[in-house]
């Protein structure tokens, strides 16, 4: 099979595992990490061919290894490698956000390690599909839907790994969705997104396009199936960090680490955070998961 290796550079400080492991999506198919953080393997999707996608960190960067049914050409490498910087943030400036951590005690760790750069999607369209089968269920409820989704639709890449699938190859009755993928409720919603992107009237451009985070945020909250966490998720996935997004696991936590045995109220959290504007939301996250970045 057609391979190819690039070099990517990556920003300063920069940790690889820190990256993938800021939150679950790297637990999701098409993602395989492996458990010394020493490679990230996933399946890149170009126009409707499934590409292998294997990162490793090296001492000036990151070695991104493509395999293809096809020679890949010079377009689909530089596409390839747009997607990876997209997933891993590498081009997004943090250093407001690191500046204000280094005034707090509790957060220097992540002005430090360069934290705060989430995984993310190779395509808005996958994270939002995502971000619904997170809505009222379990983790592992979550990660049955997209593997479902995956293994039904997503093209075969030379592995034998699938990718996450297209708008085109989503196109499917309700009944698929509450069936097969088996993510309930979400059906009716999931067939709205996938039908809005697939024809055009939603695309990633007008998700990830400079605007307004009150622009952004009325365009997510008018999607079926997004409140307030599911949007505010969206926003800090999309950069925009402002909304809290605070579900049942981030107030349980909150009422751990202030050591009660209720959380505070939102209003209190948000009081609590402002003094990171703009970058509140990924404050509060940060804060929350802090010990799951505990230095080896």
Do not use: I
């Not at 839907?145 to 708008?167: D, I, N, T, W, Y």
């Amino acid at each position: 099979m057609p391979t190819r290796t690039l070099r990517l550079a990556t920003p300063q400080p920069f940790e690889f595992g820190l990256c993938l492991r800021g939150h679950g999506w790297y637990d999701l198919p098409p993602h395989r990490l492996d458990a010394g953080d020493r490679a990230f393997a996933t399946v890149l999707v170009l126009g409707t061919d499934a590409v292998d996608a294997e990162l490793r960190p090296t001492a000036t960067g990151l070695s991104l290894r493509l395999t293809a049914h096809r020679p890949l050409s010079s377009e689909d490498t530089a596409k390839a490698q747009a997607m990876v910087r997209h997933m891993l943030r590498l081009d997004d400036d943090l250093g407001a956000f690191h500046g204000l951590c280094r005034n707090e005690p509790s957060l220097q760790w992540a002005a430090q390690r360069g934290a705060g750069r989430l995984l993310r999607s190779a395509r808005v369209f996958e994270d939002l599909v995502k971000l619904l089968f997170t809505t009222n269920t379990t983790w592992a409820g979550t990660r049955a839907m997209a593997l479902q989704l995956v293994e039904h639709c997503g093209p075969v890449a030379p592995s034998g790994a699938r990718g996450f699938p297209v708008p085109s190859q989503c196109r499917k009755p309700a009944a698929f969705w509450r069936d097969t993928v088996r993510c309930g409720y979400r059906a009716e919603a999931a067939v709205q997104l996938v039908e809005a992107f697939a024809t055009g009237v939603l695309s990633d451009a007008m998700f990830t396009v400079p605007q307004p985070s009150a622009e952004l945020w009325q365009r997510l909250v008018g999607l079926r199936g997004f409140g307030p966490y599911a949007a505010g998720q969206a926003m800090r996935l999309l950069g925009h960090y402002e909304h809290l997004a605070l579900d049942s696991w981030c107030r349980a936590r909150l009422a751990e680490l202030d050591g009660r045995n209720r959380p505070p109220s939102d209003r209190a959290v948000a009081r609590r955070y402002a003094r990171f504007a703009p970058y509140q939301g990924l404050a509060l996250w940060l804060h929350l998961t802090a010990d799951w970045h505990a230095p080896s």
